[in-house]
């Protein structure tokens, strides 16, 4: 039975929130079918947070790249000059000693949720998932925002974090959860940023098939 949570679990306060972007490398380009869709929605969703430096709301963004020496840098079309750091692994989760230590000098200890996304979902994501819901941290996986070589893998594993209490969100969810209200100073130059419909991600449909 999942532990019944709060509902501070199911708001996004911008100081203390952290976008984990997971692995979106040039090599994953001709293996991940979805992936140009995924690069569209993940462009709408970080826009809005990297003007400025991070950012209309403040929110930091961390990168990491698996293996980058064979499997390339991020992938060109995602701006990421604007993130707080990158960080190249070789463990799956992105949860390398690094990262723990970026996270303690941005929020003096650990950021209260952590929006993830990313590449792949049933592995690296997963795996991120599980190390930040063991620390304590809510997790918020953008649903349409991550992918995997075969979608079944992709809603599989969504289902399972699911089930250990991550929030499944879309791209448009979590920038409308962060604003919180019409008259948040920055809605304008945000809502014109997300009138177009986000790229069909086909989830939950290869289960169905």
């Known amino acids: 039975m999942s532990k019944v949570r709060g509902p501070a679990l199911y708001r996004l306060v911008p100081s203390k929130t952290l976008f984990m972007l997971c ?27 990297q003007l400025a430096g991070g950012k209309i709301l403040q929110v930091p963004l961390l990168v990491t790249e698996q293996y980058p020496e064979r499997l390339g840098n991020t992938v ?49 994501v997963e795996q991120t998932a599980f190390d930040l819901v063991n620390d304590g941290i809510d997790v918020w996986l953008v649903a349409d925002c991550c992918a995997s070589r075969l979608n079944q893998d992709r809603d599989l594993a969504l289902e399972r974090l699911r089930h250990i209490g991550c929030n499944i969100a879309t791209s448009e969810s979590v920038i409308f959860n962060l604003l919180g209200d019409k008259n948040n100073k920055s809605f304008k130059e945000i809502a014109s940023l997300v009138k177009k419909i986000s790229a069909d991600m086909q989830l939950a449909r290869a289960s169905k098939n």
């Open 76 to 124: 060109c079309e995602l701006d990421i000059g604007h993130a707080c750091a990158k960080v190249s692994k070789t463990r799956f989760s992105m949860l390398v000693e690094p990262v723990r230590k970026i996270m303690t000098d941005i929020f003096g200890g650990k950021p209260k949720t952590a929006v993830l996304f990313g590449l792949e979902t049933h592995v690296c």
């Open 23 to 49: 692995d979106v490398q040039e090599k994953f380009k001709p293996a991940i079918p979805l992936l140009s869709s995924l690069i569209e929605n993940t462009t709408k969703l970080h826009i809005p947070f």
